[in-house]
């Protein structure tokens, strides 16, 4: 379509059907629709764009939301993971140079050559080098690439703990896909690029549930033991029927000076599993670690005894969370969420960083959660990382408008967002 195309069908009741197919709350269809011009207004200034160039295409990826297994996918385990309706959108139309330009909404241009895309040290924790890993990778696995502009605009918020870079690895994966490879890029693969990308040109070693949860969409439970090939399971179960909402707060906790925190956790699993002669927690029978407590303590360290173990029992966690969403037993699937939070708060302890114990925004957060929800109004948990950041809780529906003013009082409005699980990973819209 060109511009002009393109605004007119965003005023059509067809897409209003689609935006609510997407988004899933018919109060959000108008701001949506807003939202796209807006976005494809700005492409079009930004880029010089004639009113009658066809080409213009727009494309959406969701932030992500962790349910169970926090720190278990990069020690190839279990997580049980979801898209919500949070996204971000890109206006793109391919075109014929050998340069990529990208302009997101509150950041400065990013100009590519598709000649000039070899790792450097230099560019690492840079938007520039995720950009250029997910070229390489995408290339490198036999896909066609090309250059193209875009302008993405993103209501996943970056530090929100919903996966805001996921989401724009998502992005990218699906802009090389749809507009020189027919969409005929799976999921899957997408995430396995995003995850390189992040690892090898970012320098961030994540684990690949945020890209995965983000590309492949839905409620899902993703077994890593393969990571090459892993395992996905979607489950359907409408949350708001059973009576809860998902609702998820952003803390306001700074994230300078965390990634030692956050790299300590896999590194110290990867400790215990090297004691056994092996890379990860999951090639280690949990019973051999039971066994050699004593001497674990001794070579590792408490913490890391602690960490294993905590991955071991959440594991099992989201194994019950799946069969309990599969039998419609809300109850036992928060009482293993509840379970899991308190895991990661004592053994896991990503809930705050001991390098500023005066700061303790998480806490904060899972504190008066807890006094708001009692012993029957849901449960909360860390969500994601942790150490900062957002804490999930699944409230019953009718105390959420009691638990969003408690905690939009403590960290500010707006702070306590309620989501929807969407069906979609990333996908073409238009």
Not at 264 to 282: H, T
Not at 403 to 423: E, P, Q
Request: proline content about 2%.
């Amino acid at each position: 379509m060109n511009y002009s195309e393109l605004i007119d069908y965003i005023n059509t009741d067809e897409m209003n059907s689609t935006l609510l197919d997407i988004y899933l709350d018919k109060n959000n269809i108008e701001y949506q629709k807003e939202r796209y011009i807006t976005a494809i207004n700005t492409f079009k200034d930004l880029f010089d764009v004639p009113a009658d160039e066809n080409g213009i295409e727009i494309y959406s990826a969701p932030g992500r939301t962790e349910v169970g297994g926090n720190h278990t996918d990069h020690q190839h385990g279990q997580v049980l993971a979801a898209s919500i309706n949070d996204d971000a959108i890109a206006v793109v139309r391919p075109t014929d140079s050998d340069t990529i330009r990208i302009k997101s909404e509150g950041y400065d241009m990013l100009t590519i050559s598709l000649n000039d895309i070899d790792k450097k040290s230099s560019e690492e924790g840079t938007t520039l080098a995720l950009v250029k890993g997910i070229i390489f990778k995408t290339r490198e696995m036999g896909y066609k690439v090309g250059a193209f502009d875009a302008y993405i605009t993103s209501d996943v918020l970056g530090g929100s703990g919903l996966s805001s870079s996921a989401a724009f690895e998502t992005l990218i994966g699906n802009i090389l896909s749809g507009l020189y490879n027919s969409m005929k890029i799976d999921p899957v693969t997408i995430a396995i690029i995003g995850q390189y990308a992040e690892n090898i040109y970012f320098g961030k070693p994540c684990g690949l549930m945020d890209q995965m949860a983000c590309s492949v969409g839905a409620l899902c439970h993703i077994n890593f033991a393969d990571p090459s090939n892993p395992k996905i399971q979607r489950i359907d179960f409408d949350m708001d029927a059973a009576g809860y909402s998902l609702c998820i707060t952003d803390t306001k906790g700074s994230h300078a000076d965390l990634t030692p925190d956050y790299a300590a956790v896999p590194a110290e699993m990867k400790q215990i599993a090297a004691y056994f002669e092996r890379q990860v927690l999951n090639d280690v029978p949990e019973a051999d670690v039971m066994d050699n407590i004593a001497v674990l303590r001794k070579e590792c360290g408490d913490r890391a005894v602690l960490r294993a173990i905590h991955f071991y029992e959440d594991n099992k966690r989201v194994e019950r969370e799946c069969v309990a969403l599969q039998r419609g037993d809300v109850d036992t699937f928060l009482e293993n969420v509840k379970a899991s939070g308190n895991s990661s708060y004592k053994f896991l302890q990503n809930v705050f960083t001991t390098k500023d114990i005066r700061h303790q925004n998480v806490s904060v957060a899972l504190c008066i959660s807890e006094l708001i929800l009692g012993e029957d109004g849901g449960v909360c948990r860390v969500h994601g990382g942790g150490f900062a950041g957002t804490i999930q809780a699944f409230v019953k529906n009718e105390k959420v408008e009691e638990y969003k003013t408690a905690l939009d009082k403590v960290f500010g409005s707006g702070a306590c967002d309620v989501l929807k699980i969407r069906k979609y990973g990333g996908i073409k819209v238009i």
